[in-house]
T-cell receptor, first 116, second 114 residues
């Protein structure tokens, strides 16, 4: 069975500083990989996704993530965070079985706090 | 386009009561999903429907039933609610195009079982 680990439950970053959120996955082949963001009391919004090809993917709001097969990682980065980036971030993996229609497996999330 | 809509937004039940959470999407998506979100647990898949007429269990199906009413609608039923089912429930849908699995989420239903 696939699984996702987000090692950091909370991360505090100063506004304007760089950010890296870690994600490690367990899956028998190359999975589909996603990062979602959830603001308080809101649903989930897709930041970016990796399916194949270029291992560095660009997303919305200035985020990027890099797929590293050798490390089974898909870390999320942003060069300079803004106060509005404070939210919960979820990494998720999707199976390529079933034509991609199976549900996603989510990590437990990383809560990002931005210090002024 | 409303995307994925869920009703109700909030609900309080007593133990043993039943209720149905409604979900609809207007994106002509084939696949639909129900997740629950609990503090410190991320989202966990309850049931999904890969296409109209099919449903499958996810990671945590016990205590729930689902109905894929048509292509647009996918409901989640709690027959006899328990306090352990207090959670935020999210519905999602995906187009299942080109064998990828990008999912779009509704705003959630916050359920409290007393």
């Amino acid at each position: 069975a696939q699984s996702v680990t987000q090692p950091d439950i909370h991360i505090t970053v100063s506004e304007g500083a760089s950010l890296e959120l870690r994600c490690n996955y367990s899956y028998g082949a190359t999975p589909y990989l996603f990062w979602y963001v959830q603001s308080p009391g809101q649903g989930l919004q897709l930041l970016l996704k990796y399916f194949s090809g270029d291992t560095l993917v660009q997303g919305i709001k200035g985020f990027e993530a890099e797929f590293k097969r050798s490390q089974s990682s898909f870390n999320l980065r942003k060069p300079s965070v803004h106060w509005s980036d404070a939210a919960e971030y979820f990494c998720a993996v999707g199976s390529r079985k079933g034509g991609g229609a199976d549900g996603l497996t989510f990590g437990k999330g990383t809560h990002l706090i931005i210090q002024p | 386009n409303a995307g994925v809509t869920q009703t109700p937004k909030f609900q309080v039940l007593k133990t043993g009561q039943s209720m149905t959470l409604q979900c609809a999407q207007d994106m002509n998506h084939n696949s639909m999903y129900w997740y629950r979100q609990d503090p410190g647990m991320g989202l966990r898949l309850i049931y999904y429907s890969a296409s109209e007429g099919t449903t499958d269990k996810g990671e945590v199906p016990n205590g729930y039933n689902v109905s894929r009413l048509n292509k647009r609608e996918f409901s989640l039923r709690l027959e006899s609610a328990a306090p352990s089912q207090t959670s935020v429930y999210f519905c999602a849908s995906s187009a299942k195009l080109l064998s990828y699995n990008e999912q779009f989420f509704g705003p959630g239903t916050r359920l409290t079982v007393l």
